[in-house]
T-cell receptor, first 112, second 114 residues
């Protein structure tokens, strides 16, 4: 079946540092890929998405590129802020169904 | 703004006392989901509706049930909650006909069983 693997956290960075959160997936066919962010006490918010190979999703300074050859969708940001502290989930939706397959989540902590 | 709204945001109830959580959406999406999330783990799917068709996950406990009276509303009923049901419950929606669309989540209901 489908699966998503994320790097384990927590990831602790200083403000303005470069961020990478690794995400790799296993799926049949051509899934759509998503990053969600969850701030403390809130639901999941869609951060960005990519629906086909070589697509780059971007939002709020975050980027991720759909790499089919390496089955990866790594999240990057050039300069993190304290307000980026949250849990980040990588997920895929396979074109065979309506389900999301989530990675385990990565907690990011940004210190001033 | 079009949204997924969950009520209440916080619910405290006693062990064994039935509780109902509600979700409404203004997105006119035909698929609605209920997830359980514990301690910043990934959300765990309980069940979903595709239009009026109910789809239960194999490992969802029997005391968790759901109702969808119309497109906009969906309810999660826990008949006899146990201490282990303390969690965040998330509702989400999407369009079933377009597989490149994300799920849209509400802010969740944090349920505490005492």
């Amino acid at each position: 079946g489908d699966s998503v693997t994320q790097m384990e956290g927590p990831v602790t960075l200083s403000e303005e540092a470069f961020l990478t959160i690794n995400c790799t997936y296993t799926a049949t066919g051509y899934p759509s890929l998503f990053w969600y962010v969850q701030y403390p006490g809130e639901g999941l918010q869609l951060l960005l998405k990519a629906t086909k190979a070589d697509d780059k999703g971007s939002n709020k300074g975050f980027e991720a590129t759909y790499r089919k050859e390496t089955t990866s969708f790594h999240l990057e940001k050039g300069s993190v802020q304290v307000s980026d502290s949250a849990v980040y989930f990588c997920a895929l939706r396979n074109n065979a169904g309506n389900m999301l397959t989530f990675g385990g989540g990565t907690r990011l902590m940004v210190k001033p | 703004d079009a949204m997924v709204i969950q009520n209440p945001r916080y619910q405290v109830t006693q062990f064994g006392k039935p509780v109902t959580l509600s979700c409404s959406q203004t997105l006119n999406h035909n698929v609605m989901y209920w997830y359980q999330q514990k301690s910043s783990q990934a959300p765990k799917l309980l069940f979903h509706y595709y239009d009026k068709d109910f789809n239960n996950e194999a490992d969802t406990p029997d005391n968790f049930q759901s109702r969808r009276p119309n497109t906009s509303f969906c309810f999660l009923d826990i008949r006899s909650p146990g201490l282990g049901d303390t969690a965040m419950y998330l509702c989400a929606t999407t369009t079933g006909s377009r597989t490149n669309q994300p799920q849209h989540f509400g802010d969740g209901t944090r349920l505490s069983i005492l």
